[in-house]
């Protein structure tokens, strides 16, 4: 099973990839407790980054939340038998990663039975939905568990690009560093920014005697950079002041994580 889910809003595309791999799981439909495998979760992240070395990806970091939100869903998909994203009942892969504490703007899921960790890696990379999931060079985290139970092995390993946990002012403190450089100075009241953020369109009136001549609002979960549109304004370098405010991002659904800024400049 192949499925792919997206999930798109302004300056941010968020995906989902769901597969799945493994012997066919009737035959274990037996419930049991099972016995989770931390080292068998290890020996799985040791070979997912070696495939990624070669493949000249960036090595995954263990993620703690991850790892939390792939073992109760294997400890189900052993009690249950056959291997599956989501059972009756159970929340879907963001919402349980994200209920564990994971942050991410991308989450992808590989689950598996077989009889051995290597067993496991091996049909992951001669499967490509799920080869394509383990070598993503956009992924960057991971959370794997492992259970053994009736002379198997289920294991489930929860992939994702994390997003910082970051504040409203954290957000604004962290664009006033990319804006800074231009020349720019920041103006400490930053309510007019935080109420243009709120709505969607409008240059707010004068404020203080500063008459606003251009706002930039956008949301993304990646405050690495400015927009395109933003950094042209500021090289022109007719603007004196900036006020940026942050508000609650809108359109980001379940637990990925997104961040809506308005920069106000004067």
């Given amino acids: 099973m192949n499925m792919v889910i997206l999930r ?6 968020v995906a989902m990839v769901l597969v799945v791999a493994g012997t066919p799981a009737s035959s274990y439909a037996q419930p049991g407790a099972g016995r989770i495998m931390p080292s068998e979760a290890e020996q799985l992240l040791a070979l997912a ?21 792939a073992r109760r869903h294997c400890l189900l998909m ?26 991410f703007d991308l989450i992808e899921e590989n689950v598996a039975v077989a009889s051995s960790a290597y067993d496991i890696h091996d049909e992951w990379m001669h499967s490509p939905g799920h080869r394509a999931n383990l070598l993503n060079p956009q992924v960057n ?15 489930t390993a929860d992939y994702s690009h994390d997003v910082a946990d970051l504040s409203g002012l ?3 403190a962290r664009v006033a560093q990319l804006v800074r450089p231009s020349g720019v100075s920041i103006l400490a009241d930053s309510s007019q920014a ?6 969607d369109e409008g240059i707010p009136p004068a404020h203080n005697g500063l ?12 405050l690495a950079r400015l927009p395109e549109a933003l950094q042209q304004k500021l090289a022109t370098h007719r603007y004196r002041s900036a006020a940026i405010g942050s508000c609650q991002a809108r359109g980001v659904s379940g637990t990925f994580t997104a961040y809506r800024i308005a920069v106000i400049l004067y």
């Fill in 194 to 199: 935080r109420a243009a953020c709120r709505t």
């Fill in 49 to 69: 980054n070696q495939a990624r070395a070669s493949s000249g990806a960036r090595p995954l970091q263990w993620d703690s939340a991850l790892a939390a939100a």
């Fill in 211 to 222: 008459q606003p001549l251009f706002i930039m609002r956008w949301q993304d979960s990646d």
């Fill in 78 to 103: 052993a009690a249950e038998g056959p291997i599956s994203h989501r059972y009756g009942g159970e929340p879907d892969l963001a919402e349980r990663a994200g209920q564990a504490g994971a942050h």
């Fill in 170 to 172: 954290q957000v604004e």
């Fill in 141 to 155: 985290r991971v959370g794997i568990a492992v259970v053994a139970i009736r002379g198997v092995e289920y294991a």
């Fill in 8 to 13: 798109n809003s302004f300056w941010v595309c």
